[in-house]
């Protein structure tokens, strides 16, 4: 249950409480995070106020849900984790790609916030999940459209960050990732991660007709290879479907499948666990060391692109 709302507008957070159902609306983070009927502060903003808000609710002393990316910097990400543990609170990152039933069976630089943020951090979460850390790695970035026009307006922008990653990686059980992430895409535009085996090939394939954020949101397809060599569409339990209410082809079925984990989490046994389904007693939802993780990864990505080397990630 959604108990209050705040955003930086009174008007805006009372239609925010208004539209949730929520009782209570502020203007003031740390006024919401201090109230006695808040137990969780969800932080859905731009990135660049992740830290205040976060801080906000940590040092009220409560459990605390950060939208991925989790900061704008590696260094505010480790200041954020390390805050998180002296608390003693409960932190989670909004890595929901993993929570995918498909996953589950098997313009700014400095905003901290473009495609190798969004589309590549939640690309590079779900394919370490399935298949083990990346150990070393060679990246190439490059800005493709460096000059961008907002639609509605006219108005012409420089982009900094890039929009185009070249990933050569190799995981830590010596398999190898070839990787193209770009926000290129015009018309049916998809995200698509292959895995090739010894006894056949499997793929999850999101099923959004524009995708630009990766696979993050929607429903993803799994394909495995029939013995005539062809791709057939397998079919996912529904044991991996534990989030209730809401449709799997929704686009924020993985971020419900989530939530409804955390609950399992926070309150073991309770009437916020799963009920169609339950996750395995030790896949507990990503805390803010698996950001900083990532945003380790993204790190050695940009100073491989930079130096034209290929790291280690360490």
């Not at 990152?93 to 969004?118: H, S």
């Not at 007693?281 to 950001?291: E, I, K, L, M, Q």
């Not at 790190?299 to 790291?311: H, K, P, Q, V, Y």
Request: hydrophobic share 40%; with cysteine; charged share 20%.
């Amino acid at each position: 249950m959604v108990r209050a709302a705040s955003t930086s507008r009174a008007e805006s957070a009372e239609a925010a409480a208004c539209r949730f159902g929520a009782a209570h609306a502020f203007t003031d983070p740390g006024q919401l995070a201090e109230h006695p009927e808040v137990d969780l502060v969800v932080v859905t903003v731009k990135v660049p106020a992740h830290a205040e808000l976060v801080e906000a609710a940590l040092a009220a002393g409560k459990h605390v849900y950060c939208e991925w990316p989790l900061a704008r910097t590696t260094e505010e990400a480790a200041g954020l984790t390390e805050a998180a543990h002296s608390a003693g609170v409960h932190h989670v990152i909004g890595l929901q790609a993993r929570y995918a039933p498909a996953v589950a069976y098997t313009l700014e630089r400095d905003n901290g916030a473009g495609t190798l943020e969004v589309a590549g951090g939640h690309t590079f979460d779900a394919l370490q999940y399935m298949l083990g850390g990346i150990s070393e790695l060679s990246a190439g970035l490059s800005v493709q459209h460096p000059v961008c026009t907002v639609a509605e307006t006219g108005e012409v922008v420089e982009a900094t960050s890039p929009d185009h990653l070249l990933l050569a990686a190799t995981l830590g059980n010596g398999a190898v990732v070839s990787a193209h992430i770009h926000d290129a895409g015009i018309t049916d535009a998809r995200t698509r991660l292959d895995i090739t085996g010894t006894e056949g090939d499997m793929a999850l394939v999101s099923t959004g007709a524009a995708d630009p954020a990766g696979i993050q949101t929607g429903e993803l397809r799994l394909l495995g290879t029939a013995p005539d060599g062809t791709y057939q569409q397998l079919p996912v339990p529904d044991r991996y479907r534990w989030a209730d209410g809401i449709d799997p082809a929704a686009e924020g079925f993985n971020v419900a499948q989530m939530y409804r984990r955390l609950a399992q989490d926070l309150r073991p046994g309770s009437d916020g666990a799963p009920t169609s389904g339950a996750a395995p007693a030790s896949d507990r939802v990503p805390g803010f060391d698996a950001g900083l993780r990532l945003h380790q990864l993204l790190d050695m990505i940009r100073l491989s692109a930079a130096t034209g080397t290929r790291r280690p990630t360490g």
